[in-house]
């Protein structure tokens, strides 16, 4: 059988609109969902990684712009 290990953090809204077509697709497969959550605060530390609020203006803009495409796409998938 196959395994999904799924690695996220709650308070992103991209693995939010992931969520169900995750669930879809490994029911589709027979595959098991494992949850994995991350704490993004403890690896952006470790990889120096840049926290939303400490972005430039334009990134956090852009990051906006992509969550709504996105959004957008998985409603037109459900339909």
Known sequence: MAHIDYYFTAVSPFCYLAGLRLE???ARHGATITCKPVDMTALFARTEGVALPD?????????????????????????
């Open 24 to 26: 879809e697709m490994a």
């Open 55 to 79: 972005r430039p203006d334009c990134q956090k803009a852009s990051r906006l712009q992509e969550i709504r495409r996105q959004a957008t796409k998985r409603v037109c998938l459900s339909c």
